[in-house]
């Protein structure tokens, strides 16, 4: 019997998933895969639920992987949300609840997709659906989790699809075949508190942090590449937290992020900063300390095999050929690239996130048939 997509979305939205909290839904997925004849394992590490599931031969010439999370982000203001946040509720089309867009629709898509065409045109290979209970938080023992068991396992994926939302408006209109790099960086100016009236026995950090800031954010990093917009650096904030109006600050802090293209790299931006951030300590004689988080570097699957058999199976079940984007956030897709080729395709994602998210019900039937279209033509 089929498997509907939507009732399962509702099922998985029903599980109060906040990273790191499993929820019942991974417990959920895994049942419903098993029935539907995948070998499940659970790899969990580090308080994270992970699930591998699996159809098919061990080391079959050719596996199609999905990767997805089933975790949520917070509800944010409860009061403000109109329909329950995890009832899974259906009005006028839309089923609401967190998670409804990002991700559980694109999750219960493919697994309802995949246990009907193994049972009903069992192919030569092997199906793999590698979800995650990490991806919305520091993705530190989520897909990486995975991804280390299945080294250590002998398992490994041919091809890969990321489920993420990834159309801006209207179903099919895009699909990710890479992601910019994303880092943040962190900066504290320490000089000498002192007087305002007498500043030659200060060292105030104002004036550097200002100068540093300017530097930073106004040199243009790039004009794009072939599949990538500009990169862009963004001062976040600068905080000193000085309630005196005569007193000269000893410490002042920043923060910038940078989304960088595949003209880049992390440690090359590192260099960079550090470089601007020591000649400008030298200049005012103050300490600049500067602290990195590199969520993720730049990377593209070039067009090819994979994006054609993708955009060939959108383009049949929706009528419109998707765009070849690299925008947006990161996503787990920056881990699995280095075990396979890797592309994204998921619905529209303007509610995700948001208070009462939402997702129309005929976008999850359609995107159930899409991926059933890539597995089809996948295996034929």
């Known amino acids: 019997m089929p498997i509907d997509p939507v009732t399962l979305t509702a099922d998985l939205v029903r599980c109060p998933s906040v990273t790191p909290a499993e929820g019942g839904a991974l417990v959920l ?3 419903v895969l098993t029935n539907g004849g995948f070998t499940c394992t659970r790899v969990d590490r580090g308080g994270i639920s992970n699930l591998y599931a ?3 031969r061990q080391g079959a010439n050719r596996t199609f ?3 997805g999370h089933t975790d949520v982000v917070p509800l944010g203001d409860e009061a403000a949300w109109t329909m329950p946040p995890f009832g899974a509720e259906i009005k006028d089309g839309f089923l609401y609840g967190r998670g409804a867009t990002d991700m559980k629709s694109g999750v219960a898509a493919f697994a309802a997709a995949a246990i009907d065409f193994v049972s009903q045109t069992p192919p030569d ?5 590698a979800i995650t209970g990490d991806e919305e938080a520091d993705a530190l023992d989520g897909t990486t989790a995975l991804l280390d068991w299945m080294q250590a396992n002998n398992e490994a994926m041919s091809v890969c699809l990321v ?3 990834t159309c801006p408006s209207v179903m099919g209109e895009a699909m990710k075949i890479g992601r910019r790099g994303s880092m943040t960086a962190f900066f504290t100016i320490t000089g000498v508190q002192g007087h305002a009236a007498y500043p030659h026995r200060a060292k105030n950090p104002m004036p ?3 100068r540093l800031m300017d530097v930073l954010s106004s040199r243009e990093l790039d004009q794009g590449t072939e599949h990538f917009d500009p990169s862009s650096l963004q001062v976040l904030t600068i905080d000193t937290g000085n309630p005196a109006t005569n007193v000269i600050p000893s410490q002042t802090r920043s923060t910038v992020n940078i989304r960088f293209n595949d003209q880049h790299s992390g440690a090359a931006l590192t260099t960079w900063m550090q470089d601007e951030a020591d000649k400008i300590a030298t200049a005012f004689d103050v300490k600049i300390e500067m602290q990195l988080k590199i969520s993720g570097e730049s990377f593209v699957t070039p067009p090819g095999d994979l994006s054609e058999l993708v955009g060939r199976a959108v383009e049949a079940e929706t009528g419109r050929k998707p765009e070849l984007s690299t925008s947006g ?6 881990f699995v690239k280095d075990h396979c080729p890797v592309v994204e395709f998921g619905l529209v994602g303007k509610t995700m996130h948001q208070v009462d998210e939402r997702v129309e019900v005929a976008q999850i039937e359609q995107l159930k048939a899409i991926y059933k279209h890539i597995l089809t033509d996948y295996f034929s």
């Open 29 to 31: 997925l895994e049942e």
């Open 54 to 56: 699996r159809w098919g």
């Open 65 to 67: 992987g999905f990767n």
């Open 125 to 129: 290979g092997a199906v793999v659906l």
């Open 163 to 165: 489920g993420e939302p």
């Open 208 to 210: 550097a942090m200002a």
């Open 329 to 334: 956030g990161t996503s787990d897709a920056r």
